[in-house]
């Protein structure tokens, strides 16, 4: 494979949506392929330890047996009306946990209490996991794997996590939203570079209106207020999106990694990572956070919170009937109606005034996305 370039024309796929590499810890997906190795993913952007763990089975494997009747038969989700519902409620609770998290953080008393939440959102992440590969549920089996590998993922993960909510605290949801569409061009950047890995010519002309409808809006978003109530987009907010977003593409390209060295889903993957991240945070908490205190917090701010862990929970529960029913790929769709559900939902709740310019600055980097979402789909179906 050449290096001399980003695309090549018949280069198989290699690139995926962002939205498809995590489980929602703040409203984003999971895969659930397992990819075979290959000698050309076999530079990686850590050395990884080798562990000569057997192959685990994931919950393709139960449904076989399910089928010669050694295990109970998994309703998976797979007819179109169970399907459909559980594609709504998926939507409906990512576009609520975004703003659920956006009330949360818009209280001063919890604005500095960024690495307690996230360590919330972790462990209920890590509780209902756990209930989820129970034998009477059996939804996915588990992998356990040592610590020691598990480190720098995890470590990735918490920064992405505190990053995220970080970026959702300090801009719009609009811009947000917009910004994380960058997740797509820069991890196709990170896979060039360090796994030598292309993607089709069609779909490389997208990232460049892509990257170039989220600097419109950066631009013209904080132009375009009239209403002192509503939030500004400042070089603060512009500068923890794109950390979020370099750091959420690192993380994006080492789970797919970690995936074909050790063989797991994205759910065993996480399965691992979310109860490490979440004691890895919680000893830092007494020296990042100011705490609130509780008889002074308002108790409705407490609801949100207790909300937004069941949102969590309830994404992370959709996302897996989705992949099981429909496959990854009408997960990414879903992702898209997503972020244009929430984007035009923060300008209407935000009450900020939709300008020409910020406008044809959502609907070229929305666009691009789809575009290349359609571009990579069809590859797909000629190089599976």
């Not at 370039?5 to 949506?17: A, E, G, V």
């Amino acid at each position: 494979m050449a290096r001399g370039s980003l695309s090549q024309p018949d280069s198989p796929i290699t690139i995926r949506h962002p939205e498809r590499h995590s489980i929602v810890l703040d409203g984003s997906d999971a895969p659930n392929n397992r990819e075979s190795r290959s000698e050309s993913s076999s530079a990686t952007l850590l050395e990884m330890d080798t562990v000569d763990e057997p192959r685990k089975l994931d919950y393709q494997d139960i449904e076989k047996q399910a089928e010669d009747g050694s295990r109970p038969k998994l309703n998976l989700g797979n007819t179109r009306a169970r399907l459909t519902s559980w594609m709504t409620l998926n939507t409906i609770a990512t576009v609520a946990i975004v703003f659920t998290n956006k009330a949360i953080f818009d209280d001063p008393t919890f604005r500095h209490s960024q690495v307690a939440f996230a360590t919330f959102h972790l462990f209920i992440t890590a509780i209902t996991l756990y209930l989820l590969s129970r034998p009477y549920i059996a939804l996915f089996v588990p992998n356990p794997m040592r610590l020691r590998p598990m480190l720098p993922l995890a470590t990735t993960m918490c920064l992405n996590v505190i990053f995220q909510n970080l970026s959702l605290t300090y801009s719009s949801i609009t811009f947000y939203q917009i910004a994380r569409i960058l997740f797509t061009p820069m991890v196709a950047l990170i896979n060039f570079l360090f796994y030598q890995k292309s993607i089709p010519r069609n779909a490389a002309y997208t990232l460049l209106p892509m990257c170039l409808g989220v600097f419109i809006i950066s631009y013209y978003e904080p132009k375009s207020t009239a209403h002192p109530e509503a939030e500004q987009t400042t070089l603060l907010s512009v500068f923890l999106a794109l950390t979020s977003v370099f750091i959420g593409s690192i993380y994006t390209v080492w789970i797919a990694s970690y995936q074909r060295k050790y063989e797991m889903n994205g759910f065993q993957l996480l399965y691992n990572q979310a109860p490490i991240g979440g004691v890895m945070l919680m000893v830092l908490i007494p020296w990042t956070d100011k705490l609130p205190v509780v008889q002074e917090a308002p108790v409705n701010k407490w609801l949100m919170i207790l909300l937004s862990g069941g949102l969590a929970a309830l994404i992370n529960l959709s996302q897996f009937f989705i992949i099981a029913g429909a496959g990854a790929v009408s997960s990414t769709v879903v992702g898209h109606v997503k972020t244009c559900a929430i984007v035009a939902l923060g300008w209407i709740i935000s009450r900020r005034p939709v300008t020409d310019r910020s406008a044809f600055g959502v609907i070229l980097a929305i666009t691009s996305v789809i575009i290349y979402t359609i571009i990579m789909m069809k590859q797909t179906k000629t190089n599976p």
